[in-house]
């Protein structure tokens, strides 16, 4: 179902296509308010991730600036509303008046965050969603474009490219961001990741801050979590040859939950949402799949334990110091159907590689995972050092925020005017 309604909308897309073009002329003769910014996330389709937290604390700290939430999601529209922000339906008349207006646009995923057609002359600055371990954008395709037609189809129109910034974390990782996006490093921006701020607040701050912004939805899963000592969590990456690939990973989930519940532990899972799950696994009593669209910051923030493979998540978690379970199944076939890699794996990854689901199973039952952030602390902090930079090991919350704001001050410079 999920595959049929991503061909439709490929359908649509391009079926409007010239349209779209027409809009997007328009947009050349539109004069732009320097003071509204645009902020947008997942195509629209989810209030999470860099955007929302840098939309958040702009609200606060640039109260001289107009700050609009873009969204197609009706009831993240509604939350948004509710705590006094300014939030509108991509395709309302308040929401293209600001997709035109706006000075600046920023988003998590693409361009296609806010509105791609109505950007030019805009400032666009792309957030991005973490430090990549495997490869994304530009460098996950041939070296040869694909003709203008499937480009359109795929969302990705080359004969529209226009310059952004990109932002990224630290120094060490500019020839892995301009190469995804095309951009020279003069077009790169070094401030740390607005999501990050949870991982500074206090357990006190945090349950403030969930009471405060969050959705009803995590405010139930968090209530859920509260009633067992640990919080685990799962959160493997995509295959893009292997949707299903999520039973070959968990081979018994009567076992994998029986673990979980000997060691009061809830188990949240997080999956990406093309990912085939199989059906019958409503009666696990310590195992919850978390909905791939929400927010799940605030619950990866209160969790004892990840679990992960080559999603570059664990870049975050290393902030936290906790306990990593690298879980590398399928490493050879991801490598060589679904996406290669930065780095490797097996050298950018620090402790013990999990390769079997046997192996994992042992170390989860015997508890051992809760001694390896010692064993493996100077190999977290040399990684630590290189991703974020070295201003990573300072936590002053206002220093945060101060330099969170580098990404509006270099928005309002019009650097590509």
């Known amino acids: 179902m999920k595959q049929i309604k991503h061909r439709a909308q490929q359908f649509l897309f391009l079926l409007y296509f010239p349209l779209h073009c027409l809009i997007y002329l328009f947009s050349f003769v539109i004069p732009r308010n320097k003071k509204i910014f645009l902020y947008g996330s ?32 009706r009831e993240d529209i509604k939350q948004i509303r509710s705590k006094g922000f300014k939030a509108f339906h991509k395709f309302s008349l308040k929401g293209v008046y600001y997709e035109f207006m706006a000075g600046s646009h920023f988003y998590t995923q693409s361009v296609w965050d806010t509105s791609f057609f109505i950007t030019h002359n805009a400032n666009r600055v792309n957030l991005w969603h973490g430090i990549p371990l495997k490869k994304i954008g530009a460098d996950c395709y041939p070296p040869t474009k694909p003709s203008i037609l499937r480009e359109a189809i795929n969302n990705r129109p080359y004969i529209f490219e226009a310059k952004e910034m990109v932002l990224v974390p630290s120094k060490f990782v500019y020839p892995f961001f301009s190469s995804a996006f095309r951009v020279s490093s003069s077009s790169l921006l070094i401030a740390p990741y607005p999501r990050l701020m949870l991982f500074l607040m206090d357990k006190t701050e945090l349950f403030t801050w969930i009471r405060d912004f969050e959705t009803d939805y995590v405010k139930t899963i968090l209530d859920k979590a509260n009633k067992y000592e640990n919080i685990w969590t799962y959160m493997p990456t995509w295959r893009d040859a292997n949707p299903s690939f999520i039973t070959e990973a968990i081979k018994d989930w009567n076992e994998f939950d029986e673990i979980a519940r000997n060691n009061n532990a809830l188990l949240i899972v997080k999956v990406h949402f093309m990912t085939k799950m199989p059906e019958g696994l409503e009666s696990l009593t310590n195992i ?78 015997t508890s051992n995972f809760k001694n390896m952030t010692l064993e493996v602390n100077n190999e977290r902090e040399n990684l630590l050092s290189k991703m974020w930079g070295a201003e990573y090991l300072d936590s002053n919350q206002e220093l945060f925020y101060f330099n969170v704001q580098k990404i509006l001050g270099a928005s309002t410079d019009n650097k590509f005017d």
């Open 42 to 73: 997942f195509f629209g389709e989810s209030f999470s991730d860099n955007s929302k937290y840098l939309f958040l604390i702009s609200n606060e700290k640039r109260s001289d600036i107009i700050h609009v939430w873009i969204s197609t999601n």
């Open 288 to 365: 919850i799949f978390y909905d791939s669209k929400a927010d799940f910051y605030p619950i990866l923030a209160l969790s004892d334990l990840l679990i992960t493979d080559y999603s570059s998540v664990f870049f975050d978690y290393l902030l936290m110091k906790k306990p990593i379970i690298f879980y590398a199944f399928d490493l050879e076939d991801y490598k060589l159907n679904s996406r290669n890699m930065y780095f490797d794996y097996e050298e950018i990854v620090f402790g013990n590689i999990i390769y079997s689901y046997k192996e994992l199973v042992k170390l989860l039952a």
